[in-house]
């Protein structure tokens, strides 16, 4: 019942249209007309953020993707060959999450062709996942009634679901030294980046273990060559699947900083934020048991993973939304080597189809 030509004209059409984080004013003007000419009734709060309902019998279902992108990814030319999507090399593709929306599009005008049975559909197309899950977080939540959902956001074969993710720490950090002239007085200074060097060398970054990461990602600080510079800032952060762990790592990274600041004679403020919570689902939680169902329902054998990675699914779920990530075959994102097969998005839409109607009564 999956109409592929149609699915791949939507996909293509979306990801022409410029929505880097921060920016989707256009497409969520594109989106929520779309979404109303299905016949749903949709909101946009202040974020752009879009909440669109279709009526149905029973127990009301999340369906979940976000509408923004990384860059690059203005003027998106997308290509395809032998029924795989590319871009022209220049940009990221936007599959990530423009197919996710494209399967739910789709889903939804397969429903309503059709006349298919469905429970109520709640329908959340957010903004600013991509740095930092600020749609999902900005969204008033309370304005919906599903228990549980599914989310369109991952990569992986068909049938990949997503059921254990890490909690997020993010740590930043500032170094104060001292300034002093480098060429005549370096004495008389405290290198703050110096500091930051030797703090980072200190700690344990990278792949800690199998379910914990960690990294500092930028640095900033100095102003010139003939000056010691006296104050340095650090972004990093540090997850894990595991609670107890990821304390432990963030505490790491907290006292390499903090003991190579004392050993200079410098301080350093240590801002620790906890950016979302982990979750973890078995094979018997409502939602991944009728999702395993449909997989199999439509000749697709389900696909069970761990992931590093967060999303708007850690934040619903934290609101006690019961919400697993189903892979709509996205691969190699966040580059320009990203690219998805048509057929994979035909088999996320036909999986997410068979889950709609298994819950209707």
């Known amino acids: 019942m999956i109409n592929e030509t149609r699915l791949l004209d939507t996909f293509l059409g979306l990801v022409r249209i410029d929505s880097p ?6 497409i969520a003007q594109e989106l929520a007309a779309r979404l109303r000419s299905l016949g749903l009734a949709v909101e946009l709060d202040k974020m752009n953020n879009i909440v669109a309902v279709l009526p149905g019998q029973g127990n009301p279902l999340l369906l979940a993707a976000h509408m923004d992108t990384v860059m690059p990814g203005k003027s998106i030319k997308p290509v395809v060959r032998d029924g795989v999507v590319y871009s022209d090399g220049t940009t990221i593709l936007g599959g990530d999450d423009k197919s996710g929306v494209a399967v739910i599009l789709e889903v939804l005008q397969t429903i309503m062709d059709g006349d298919l049975p469905h429970p109520p559909l709640e329908v959340v197309l957010t903004v600013q996942e991509e740095v930092g899950l600020l749609g999902a977080k900005g969204l008033d939540k309370s304005c919906l009634g599903a228990m549980m959902g599914i989310s369109l956001d991952c990569g992986g074969a068909p049938g990949t679901l997503v059921v254990d993710t890490p909690t997020h720490n993010s740590v930043s950090a ?5 300034a002093a002239h480098s060429g005549t007085r370096p004495e008389d200074g405290i290198n703050a980046i110096l500091v930051a060097a030797e703090a980072l060398v200190d700690m344990p970054l990278g792949r800690i273990d199998e379910e914990t990461t960690a990294n500092f990602g930028t640095i900033k600080g100095g102003t010139a060559t003939n000056i010691v510079p006296d104050l340095v800032e650090l972004r990093g952060e540090a997850r894990s699947r ?8 963030t505490a790491a990274m907290v006292e390499a900083l903090q003991a190579a ?3 200079y004679g410098a301080t350093v403020d240590v801002d620790v934020v906890r950016e979302y ?11 991944i048991s009728v999702l395993v169902a449909a997989c199999r329902a ?8 761990p992931t590093g990675g967060g999303s708007d699914a850690n934040i619903f779920c934290a609101a006690g ?27 996320c839409a036909e999986i997410a189809l068979s889950c709609i109607q298994s819950l209707a009564s």
């Open 21 to 26: 984080s921060g920016e989707e004013a256009a």
């Open 174 to 178: 500032i170094i104060h030294g001292k």
């Open 242 to 249: 595991q609670l107890a762990k990821l304390e432990a790592q």
């Open 261 to 263: 600041a004392q050993r």
């Open 277 to 287: 919570e982990g979750y973890t689902l078995a094979e018997t939680d409502p939602i």
């Open 298 to 305: 439509v000749g697709v054998e389900p696909n069970l993973v």
């Open 321 to 347: 939304i019961q919400v697993a990530n189903l892979s709509p075959g996205m691969s190699k994102v966040h580059t320009t080597e990203e690219c998805i097969r048509v057929g994979d998005m035909v088999a």
